[in-house]
């Protein structure tokens, strides 16, 4: 998909994919490190053995954070332009399946909305879907991003 520098140059259904990318157990043990969380489930292999997953499985916010970045992967300014202002928030989030340490995960985004709000800026509305290898999905949210409209003279 091609660079895109203001809010105009994009359309409802709009459809962007991210490469995969292999969750490890270094992701899990960096991000726990990171954030504090040690919870058995993620980093206690005969704990993790007994539970529903039946091992160790990593941590939802992880897997938000690398799926999400994985759209960067897509090139300079694709899932966001260039006049990108801020991160609005995400709604809706949902942790629908368990990651694996090996599974692989991409992130599919599609623009469902767009909101002119003044002038000099609008808001992008994207469905994100994080799903692994077998395209089960694993992750569902809605997330909004301001970025810069276009303006006369530019």
């Known amino acids: 998909m091609e660079e895109r520098d203001y809010y105009e140059d994009y359309e409802v259904g709009d459809f962007l994919q991210s490469p995969g ?16 969380d040690w919870h058995e489930l993620h980093t206690n292999v005969e704990f993790a053995r007994k539970s529903i997953f039946g091992e160790r499985i990593a941590h939802g ?5 690398i799926g999400n970045s994985l759209l960067f992967r897509l090139g300079d300014n694709v899932l966001f332009p260039k006049s990108f ?5 995400i709604e809706k ?38 799903k692994n290898q077998h395209d089960e999905l694993v992750t569902l949210m809605i997330m909004k991003i301001i970025a810069g409209r276009k303006t006369e003279g530019k």
């Open 85 to 89: 202002m801020a991160f609005y928030g």
């Open 21 to 36: 990318r292999t969750i490890t157990e270094t992701d899990i043990v960096l991000f726990s490190a990171l954030t504090g």
């Open 61 to 65: 916010w992880l897997i938000l954070c």
């Open 93 to 130: 989030l949902r942790f629908t399946n368990p990651v694996k340490i090996g599974d692989t995960i991409h992130c599919e985004a599609k623009v469902i909305k767009m909101e002119e709000k003044d002038s000099g800026k609008g808001l992008l509305t994207y469905e994100v879907k994080i």
